[in-house]
């Protein structure tokens, strides 16, 4: 009898400690898509469930739940569509499915007098002007209460203390019209938002004046900048004529994407030219000296005798020597692969002010003009040199089907439109849009917005289209949960490449709308389930190692697969061979039957060995075809079963159990395909 007694107890326990697990996993069925949107209330108004998406998956097949949720705060107060908040205050909502808690999300219920507060901050006078306070996170200790200074620049907010939604660069200027104390109220991106107080300073007079034209060409930068008719004795005045000195580090920026010369840089140019400057001579703070030697050096500006770096110069001589920069870069870097800019695409740059030849050259018409040679520059490069030898571009244009950075690669979710014409995840279906280059523009460094040093790379805008026309697009301004919609009107995108020359059909990118780099488009809660929503949301610019930090704000990456080429289903190719591995075709059928056998006829990939008198081998037999869900396709393989499959070309010695899981892999296959069984 103790014996049994014993034995229903041990039993009674296992249950006890089973029966948990076993309610975990009936409710992991259960998965929410999306939140409710509306987070911030006013004392009396009616709970809102607007957004709520929550299925049930069943045997492969998700079932909307949403009339099975229930919502509760403080534990026991249930919230019903509609119900009037009574109290002010944050509160933690419970979202319970059958009764059992699935997860909780924060709102914030405002009284009058707190809304009052919000609207009757004291006013400041007009143009009152605060500039973003430089602080290095890397040796700066943290303030606290509140905690905003975990980064290089200030957070921006809709509402005091409200969430974030993006930031402001550190040296950014900025009109103020409200404060109390605490926050401040400011202009920026075209809407009014709010920062805290400490993380700003109050300023006399902007970091930059120049023309009404020039404050047009500048308005990427999103603070304020004054005009001449405005503020008439500001310091750093932009109408004014630059020296040669000024122009000698303008140029060399140019060149050299931003960074100023050292020292020890390019040694072979270290000749000096002129009688009046070494060197490494500085003239208020910059290395003029070594800017103008290696100018002359490189044939971009005359040398010998005295440089003059005190003198003017002319706007037909400034433009002279970016186009010789030009010409430069086109020998010596490129191969004259490049192009020349000449004096017709000069005039293409719309500088504004006196364009005389013989007029003398003002710092906006100099800076401005420096940053359309780079736009030119890294447009050229895309169009001409990583078109001729890389294949596939985004900037060619051209129709793609596009997945995300969820899940396992690669079977990832692919980007659709839904009925009602918003953007949303699927895994068992693709849809085709259309890419088109239209311009790049100036951008700025978003760890400094001086507009001293920049990156100069430019931003790259693409629109993308649906099969039908219609245009992808934000309805307004991007902040956290803007929905990815359709419209009939042009809508610019900047997809945004991590790395030079990843602008390549295939390679991952970020896309936003200009001038909002931390508004990201990306998946609603990170999920890679069926009907996510595709939204915009802000990534912090924070530093610190995000591999190891496991709460950094992780951004889906879009992977753009190119579906159209030669004969709509395989890229374009190179037309000329770089070193290394080159597909010089892909297989000719893309379209097949079931029970058609698989035919590689067409394909061939060279290898160019430019250290051995440039030989081509071709190298067509060390790769092989294997679909995204890891079959292997030998010539003749029958296909069993229709549907379109992603099809990567990969070295006939890799893994096929590992090729989808490895990183390696992932990022080296040679290309990709779009094989479509009928």
Same mark, same amino acid.
């Given at each position: 009898?103790?014996?049994?007694?014993?034995?229903?107890?041990?039993?009674?326990?296992?249950?006890?400690?089973?029966?948990?697990?076993?309610?975990?996993?009936?409710? !992991?069925?259960?998965?929410?898509?999306?939140?409710?949107?509306?987070?911030?209330?006013?004392?009396?108004?009616?709970?809102?469930?607007?957004?709520?998406?929550?299925?049930?998956?069943?045997?492969?097949?998700?079932?909307?739940?949403?009339?099975?949720?229930?919502?509760?705060?403080?534990?026991?107060?249930?919230?019903?569509?509609?119900?009037?908040?009574?109290?002010?205050?944050?509160?933690?909502?419970?979202?319970?499915?059958?009764?059992?808690?699935?997860?909780?999300?924060?709102?914030?219920?405002?009284?009058?007098?707190?809304?009052?507060?919000?609207?009757?901050?004291?006013?400041?006078?007009?143009?009152?002007?605060?500039?973003?306070?430089?602080?290095?996170?890397?040796?700066?200790?943290?303030?606290?209460?509140?905690?905003?200074?975990? $980064?290089?620049?200030?957070?921006?907010?809709?509402?005091?203390?409200?969430?974030? &939604?993006?930031?402001?660069?550190?040296?950014?200027?900025?009109?103020?019209?409200?404060?109390?104390?605490?926050?401040?109220?400011?202009?920026?991106?075209?809407?009014?938002?709010?920062?805290?107080?400490?993380?700003?300073?109050?300023?006399?007079?902007?970091?930059?004046?120049?023309? #009404?034209?020039?404050?047009? =060409?500048?308005?990427?930068?999103?603070?304020?900048?004054?005009?001449?008719?405005?503020?008439?004795?500001?310091?750093?005045?932009?109408?004014?004529?630059?020296?040669?000195?000024?122009?000698?580090?303008?140029?060399?920026?140019?060149? $050299? $994407?931003?960074?100023? #010369?050292?020292?020890?840089?390019?040694?072979?140019?270290?000749?000096?030219?002129?009688?009046?400057?070494?060197?490494?001579?500085?003239?208020?703070?910059?290395?003029?000296?070594?800017?103008?030697?290696?100018?002359?050096?490189?044939?971009?500006?005359?040398?010998?005798?005295?440089?003059?770096?005190?003198?003017?110069? /002319?706007?037909?001589?400034?433009?002279?020597?970016?186009?010789?920069?030009?010409?430069?870069?086109? *020998?010596?870097?490129?191969?004259?692969?490049?192009?020349?800019?000449?004096?017709?695409?000069?005039?293409?740059?719309?500088? +504004?002010?006196?364009?005389?030849?013989?007029?003398?050259?003002?710092?906006?018409?100099?800076?401005?003009?420096?940053?359309?040679?780079?736009?030119?520059?890294?447009?050229?490069?895309?169009?001409?040199?990583?078109?001729?030898?890389?294949?596939?571009?985004?900037?060619?244009?051209?129709?793609?089907?596009?997945?995300?950075?969820?899940?396992?690669?690669?079977? !990832?979710?692919?980007?659709?439109?839904?009925?009602?014409?918003?953007?949303?995840?699927?895994?068992?279906?693709? =849809?085709?849009?259309?890419? /088109?280059?239209?311009?790049?523009?100036?951008?700025?460094?978003?760890?400094?917005?001086?507009?001293?040093?920049?990156?100069?790379?430019?931003?790259?805008?693409?629109?993308?289209?649906?099969?039908?026309?219609?245009?992808?697009?934000?309805?307004?301004?991007?902040?956290?949960?803007?929905?990815?919609?359709?419209?009939?009107?042009?809508?610019?995108?900047?997809?945004?490449?991590?790395? !030079?020359?990843?602008?390549?059909?295939?390679?991952?990118?970020?896309?936003?709308?200009?001038?909002?780099?931390?508004?990201?488009?990306?998946?609603?809660?990170?999920?890679?389930?069926?009907?996510?929503?595709?939204?915009?949301?802000?990534?912090?610019?924070?530093?610190?190692?995000?591999?190891?930090? &496991?709460?950094?704000?992780?951004?889906?990456?879009?992977?753009? &697969?190119?579906?159209?080429?030669? $004969?709509?289903?395989?890229?374009?190719?190179?037309?000329?061979?770089?070193?290394?591995?080159?597909?010089?075709?892909?297989?000719?059928?893309?379209?097949? *039957?079931?029970?058609?056998?698989?035919?590689?006829?067409?394909?061939?990939?060279?290898?160019?060995?430019?250290?051995?008198?440039?030989?081509?081998?071709?190298?067509?037999?060390?790769?092989?075809?294997?679909?995204?869900?890891?079959?292997?396709?030998?010539?003749?393989?029958?296909?069993?079963?229709? +549907?379109?499959?992603?099809?990567?070309?990969?070295?006939?010695?890799?893994?096929?159990?590992?090729?989808?899981?490895?990183?390696?892999?992932?990022?080296? &296959?040679?290309?990709?395909?779009?094989?479509?069984?009928?």
């Amino acid at each position: 009898m103790k014996k049994r007694l014993i034995g229903i107890l041990l039993i009674m326990c296992m249950l006890m400690t089973i029966l948990p697990v076993l309610a975990m996993a009936a409710t !992991q069925e259960v998965s929410i898509l999306s939140y409710p949107t509306k987070i911030v209330y006013k004392v009396g108004e009616g709970f809102d469930t607007t957004g709520l998406k929550v299925v049930k998956n069943a045997n492969g097949k998700e079932t909307n739940v949403n009339s099975k949720m229930n919502f509760y705060t403080s534990k026991t107060v249930e919230l019903t569509q509609g119900r009037p908040f009574t109290t002010a205050g944050t509160k933690v909502v419970e979202l319970r499915y059958e009764g059992k808690k699935m997860a909780e999300y924060t709102i914030k219920v405002t009284a009058d007098s707190d809304t009052a507060k919000t609207d009757k901050m004291k006013a400041l006078p007009a143009l009152s002007l605060y500039k973003v306070d430089y602080r290095n996170p890397k040796d700066a200790k943290e303030l606290t209460a509140p905690n905003m200074w975990s $980064n290089w620049n200030a957070p921006y907010r809709l509402s005091p203390g409200g969430d974030i &939604h993006g930031e402001i660069p550190w040296g950014t200027v900025l009109e103020a019209t409200a404060t109390d104390g605490m926050w401040i109220k400011v202009k920026y991106a075209g809407r009014e938002c709010y920062i805290f107080h400490d993380k700003a300073s109050k300023v006399s007079e902007p970091d930059i004046v120049c023309s #009404p034209w020039a404050k047009e =060409q500048l308005k990427y930068y999103n603070g304020y900048i004054g005009t001449k008719n405005e503020w008439p004795n500001a310091k750093n005045d932009w109408t004014k004529a630059i020296n040669r000195g000024d122009m000698a580090v303008m140029i060399f920026l140019a060149f $050299n $994407n931003g960074e100023a #010369p050292y020292q020890d840089d390019m040694p072979f140019y270290k000749k000096e030219h002129f009688t009046d400057i070494k060197f490494n001579d500085f003239i208020d703070g910059k290395n003029v000296g070594a800017a103008a030697n290696f100018l002359a050096s490189m044939g971009v500006i005359p040398s010998g005798g005295k440089f003059n770096a005190a003198g003017n110069l /002319t706007y037909g001589e400034f433009s002279e020597f970016i186009i010789k920069l030009s010409v430069y870069m086109d *020998k010596y870097y490129y191969d004259g692969n490049l192009g020349i800019l000449n004096e017709s695409g000069i005039k293409k740059f719309l500088i +504004g002010g006196d364009t005389s030849a013989s007029a003398k050259i003002t710092k906006e018409q100099a800076r401005i003009m420096c940053e359309k040679y780079s736009c030119w520059f890294w447009e050229t490069y895309d169009m001409q040199v990583e078109a001729t030898h890389g294949g596939s571009l985004m900037a060619s244009g051209g129709t793609f089907v596009i997945n995300v950075g969820l899940g396992k690669y690669p079977n !990832q979710p692919y980007l659709v439109i839904d009925a009602d014409g918003k953007g949303e995840l699927s895994n068992t279906k693709m =849809q085709k849009f259309k890419v /088109t280059y239209k311009k790049s523009v100036p951008k700025f460094n978003k760890r400094n917005a001086t507009l001293l040093v920049d990156d100069t790379f430019s931003m790259k805008l693409f629109t993308i289209q649906t099969e039908n026309g219609k245009y992808l697009a934000i309805d307004g301004l991007p902040q956290n949960g803007s929905r990815l919609i359709t419209q009939d009107k042009e809508f610019l995108w900047w997809i945004n490449s991590n790395i !030079q020359g990843g602008y390549a059909a295939g390679s991952n990118v970020n896309i936003m709308v200009p001038g909002f780099y931390d508004q990201r488009l990306n998946a609603s809660g990170r999920s890679s389930k069926d009907g996510t929503h595709i939204i915009t949301w802000y990534e912090e610019n924070k530093w610190r190692d995000a591999a190891s930090d &496991h709460d950094y704000p992780f951004n889906t990456n879009f992977t753009f &697969h190119m579906v159209n080429g030669p $004969n709509s289903n395989v890229p374009t190719v190179p037309t000329k061979y770089l070193h290394g591995v080159n597909i010089q075709s892909y297989p000719t059928k893309t379209t097949y *039957k079931v029970g058609e056998g698989f035919d590689a006829t067409g394909f061939k990939v060279m290898y160019l060995d430019e250290n051995n008198g440039g030989k081509v081998t071709d190298i067509t037999s060390d790769y092989k075809f294997v679909t995204s869900d890891g079959v292997l396709l030998t010539q003749g393989y029958k296909f069993t079963t229709p +549907g379109t499959k992603i099809v990567a070309i990969v070295e006939k010695d890799a893994d096929i159990k590992t090729l989808y899981t490895s990183a390696y892999t992932k990022s080296n &296959h040679e290309g990709k395909i779009f094989i479509t069984v009928n």
